[in-house]
């Protein structure tokens, strides 16, 4: 499978998992959840490659989606990753919470979404 193809996935599974959460659908959040992890975990096996071709969700229209894949490439992106946090985290609501909830882990050190 292409990058573009696992990026748009990962894409696709945050923001279906997000609108499963509004609805109150934790069961269907959560399969996208496993499918957003799976797709990362296949872009992290191509390396810096595969975390770079993530990299162009920071600049996606939904908050959600780049939260998510700055919350995914704080390590391999950080001064970019912590840019977005750091804005979204402004904002009240899930998603700037979630961002919040990622700064406070990078800066305690116990952030291990991507450890290397």
Do not use: C, S
């Not at 934790?26 to 390396?47: C, E, V």
């Amino acid at each position: 499978m292409r990058l573009e193809e696992l990026v748009e996935q990962f894409a696709e599974n945050v923001a279906a998992q997000t609108d499963a959460i509004w609805r109150g659908d934790a069961k269907t959040g959560n399969k996208h959840a496993r499918k957003y992890g799976a797709a990362f975990d296949k872009l992290r096996a191509q390396g810096d490659a595969g975390r770079d071709a993530l990299a162009v969700l920071l600049l996606h229209q939904r908050m959600d989606v780049r939260v998510m894949a700055a919350a995914h490439l704080l390590r391999h992106r950080t001064a970019e990753a912590k840019a977005v946090l750091e804005e979204a985290a402004k904002g009240e609501g899930m998603i700037p919470f979630g961002a919040q909830q990622a700064l406070k882990r990078w800066e305690e050190g116990t952030w291990a979404l991507d450890p290397e």
